[in-house]
C-alpha cells in the first residue's frame, strides 16, 4: 500500500455551505504548521511535566493568537470568530492542552471583560491578555455551584467603596500559572425574597486581580488528562477590591457569563473537532504503515470500516460547529447550535480517541503516543463547560420541553 497524504490528513476544513475565505485558509494553515513543528514535538515533554510550555505561549502571543477576535483599539487582531475556532481547532489537533489554554485564554478570560466591561476595564487589561503576555480566569464553580447557579456560596459585600469577597472556587483554568493577571469571581451580592417566599440570591462578577491580599491559589489539581493546562482551586479571604471592579451591571453575573458561555461553547467544539481529526490522522498513518501478516492492518475491512466511523464523526463535528459559529457572526440566534456543535464534537472525540487507542493496540496504551493523550484528554470534552446532560437539557428546553 503506498503512502499518500488524504484529505483527511490535510486537514481540509472547506465543507459545502460554510465556504473559507483565503483569509482563513492562509490563518488556518498557519496555525497548523506552528502545531504541527513546534507544539507537537514538545508535547509528551511538556505534558510528563505537567508544566505550562511558556515559551509556546509567548510565541502564540506573538503570532496574535490570544486577539483574534479583539478590536484593533485592544490590541486585538480585529478578526472574525471563525478565525480563532480555526485556530483552535488546528492546535487541538496535536495538544488539547493548548487548544484549551488559548480557548479559555480568550473565551473565559477575556471574553466577559470586553462584552461587558467599563472601557477603563477594557484598556487595562485586553491589551496584555491579547498579546498572550497575560492570562485571565473565571472563577464561577464552587463544591455546589455551576450549572446551578443558586448554589453559589461566594459572597461579596460592599462596604466603603470596596468590595469584600469569602469564598472559595473549583476547576478554574489559567488561574494559577505564571503569567494569570487576575480572575473574575461570580459572587452574591445581595439577595430578595420571591413572592412565594423563596430567596433569590443576586450574582454579580468582579475582577479579582492576582496579587490582592486574601486571595489564594491553591496548588494545582493532579489530573486524569490536560497536564499541560493550568487549573487551580481558589481561596478569597475577606479579599478588598475597588467598587470599581465590578464586572457588568450588578446582579447580571451569571446571566452575562451564560451568554459569554454559548459562545465558548463555539470555540470549545472546535477544540474537539481538532482532537477528533487528531485522533483519525494517526489511525490511518498507523493503519497504513504496520503490516500484519504480510500486509497493513488498514486492508482488513474492520480496521478501513472503524476510520471509515472516526472520518464521519469529524466531517459531522466540523459542520455542526461550523453552522453555530456562521449563525454567530451572523447576528442570527445560536444557542440551541452552540449546544449541538458541543455535545456532538465532545463525542466524537471520545469516540475517536477510543477507537484509535484500539487501532493502535499496545501502542496505544503508551503516554507518549499521541492516541493515548488524546485518550486520556478527551473525556473532560464530555464535561468542560457544559456538561453533556447540560447541553441535553439547552437542546430539549429549545425544543419546547422542561424535563
Known amino acids: ?21 483565503e483569509e482563513h485558509l492562509r490563518l488556518r494553515d498557519q496555525v497548523r504548521d506552528f502545531a504541527d513543528t513546534v507544539v507537537a514535538p514538545a508535547a509528551y515533554d511538556y505534558d510528563t511535566r505537567r508544566s505550562l510550555p511558556y515559551d509556546i505561549i509567548a510565541e502564540m502571543g506573538r503570532m496574535g493568537l490570544f486577539g483574534l477576535p479583539f478590536p484593533v483599539e485592544y490590541g486585538g487582531q480585529g478578526k472574525d470568530y471563525l478565525s480563532l475556532c480555526l485556530a483552535v481547532e488546528q492546535l487541538g489537533r496535536v495538544d488539547q492542552s493548548i487548544g484549551v489554554t488559548l480557548e479559555a485564554g480568550i473565551g473565559l478570560g477575556a471574553m466577559p471583560i470586553f462584552r461587558n466591561g467599563t472601557e477603563e476595564q477594557k484598556q487595562e487589561w485586553l491589551p496584555m491578555l491579547a498579546r498572550g503576555e497575560a492570562l485571565a480566569g473565571f472563577g464561577l464553580t464552587e463544591a455546589d455551584a455551576g450549572s446551578d447557579a443558586a448554589g453559589t456560596k461566594t459572597t461579596a459585600e460592599l462596604r466603603d467603596g470596596e468590595w469584600i469577597i469569602n469564598g472559595s472556587k473549583q476547576f478554574i483554568t489559567n488561574s494559577g500559572s505564571e503569567i494569570t493577571k487576575l480572575v473574575t469571581i461570580t459572587a452574591v451580592t445581595g439577595e430578595s425574597e420571591r413572592p412565594d417566599g423563596s430567596v433569590k440570591k443576586e450574582l454579580s462578577a468582579i475582577l479579582v486581580p492576582v496579587g490582592t491580599p486574601g486571595f489564594v491559589q491553591e496548588p494545582s489539581y493532579d489530573k486524569v488528562g490536560w497536564h499541560t493546562s493550568d487549573t487551580h482551586p481558589l481561596t478569597l479571604t475577606d479579599v478588598h477590591v475597588p467598587e470599581a471592579n465590578l464586572l457588568g451591571e450588578r446582579g447580571r453575573g451569571y446571566a452575562n457569563f451564560v451568554q459569554t458561555l454559548d459562545e ?68 442570527k440566534p445560536f444557542k440551541m447550535e452552540a449546544s449541538i456543535a458541543k455535545l456532538t464534537c465532545s463525542e466524537a472525540a471520545m469516540d475517536n480517541a477510543r477507537d484509535a487507542t484500539q487501532i493502535f493496540g499496545g501502542y496505544g496504551f503508551l503516554n507518549e503516543n499521541p492516541v493515548a493523550r488524546h485518550y486520556r484528554d478527551s473525556k473532560i470534552l464530555e464535561i468542560g463547560e457544559g456538561t453533556t446532560e447540560v447541553q441535553l437539557m439547552v437542546i430539549s428546553r429549545a425544543l419546547g420541553f422542561n424535563a
Open 264 to 331: 465558548g461553547r463555539v470555540a470549545f467544539a472546535a477544540l474537539c473537532t481538532g482532537a477528533a481529526q487528531g485522533c483519525l490522522d494517526e489511525a490511518i498513518r498507523y493503519a497504513k504503515s504496520r503490516n500484519v501478516f504480510g500486509r497493513p492492518i488498514g486492508a482488513n475491512q474492520y480496521i478501513a470500516f472503524k476510520i471509515a466511523r472516526m472520518q464521519a464523526r469529524v466531517h459531522t463535528a466540523r459542520l455542526a460547529y461550523y453552522d453555530a459559529c456562521f449563525k454567530l457572526m451572523a447576528g
Open 1 to 21: 500500500m503506498t503512502m499518500q497524504m488524504t484529505r483527511s490528513e490535510a486537514a481540509n476544513t472547506d465543507v459545502a455551505g460554510f465556504e473559507l475565505t
